[in-house]
């Protein structure tokens, strides 16, 4: 998967998380349910790693982050 993205002719070391662990981990901040968040809204948080998760709720609750389903 991230392999295809980068170029052939560059000397790079990239650590990226296998898609298991990808399946296994959202980065949800604590506290935060779908309860508390209402069908249609849309809640962005800005981390400390600079890594934005927008979180909202499908038609079935669940909370949903970065376009990925928890």
Not at 18 to 32: C, D, I
């Amino acid at each position: 998967m991230m392999i295809d993205i980068l170029s052939q002719d560059l000397a790079l070391t990239v650590l990226v998380p296998s898609e298991e662990a990808f399946k296994r981990y959202l980065p949800v901040p604590p506290g935060l349910s779908a309860a508390n968040v209402k069908l249609g809204e849309l809640v962005n948080y800005d981390l400390l790693s600079e890594f934005p998760l927008n979180v909202s709720k499908d038609i079935d609750g669940m909370l949903v982050v970065n376009r990925i389903q928890s």
